[in-house]
């Protein structure tokens, strides 16, 4: 199962991986924190990323720059997070090329 990073999932996301757990279903999430709550995995911009450059452009604001004259920006880094614990009680096996590409694994 997708989970988005809406606000209404992470809301009631505690429900959600109760769910899934309950039900043996693997779930695929946006945000890293879902994982460390019990989710199987996720892949999304990097938070932490995204704050720096807002940071950024709150700077750029705060020294005289229009904000319509900043460019646009999409994120450019994105993380992979696996929790080994949850694959484990679901019963799958990951395969080492994706353990071996993922940016974080909690065991």
């Known amino acids: 199962m997708v989970i988005t990073a809406d606000a209404l999932h992470q809301l009631h996301i505690g429900r959600i991986i109760n769910f899934l757990r309950e039900s043996r279903l693997p779930g695929m999430f946006q945000v890293r924190a ?12 990097s938070l932490p990323d995204l704050f720096q450059r807002g940071a950024f452009y709150v700077h750029k604001v705060l020294l005289g720059t229009k904000p319509a004259d900043l460019p646009v920006e999409r994120p450019t880094r994105f993380e992979l997070v696996i929790n080994l614990k949850t694959a484990k009680a679901l019963g799958l096996d990951m395969p080492p090329t994706l353990i071996a590409r993922a940016d974080e694994v909690i065991e």
Do not use: K
């Open 34 to 45: 879902n994982v460390v709550s019990g989710g199987l995995m996720s892949y999304g911009a």
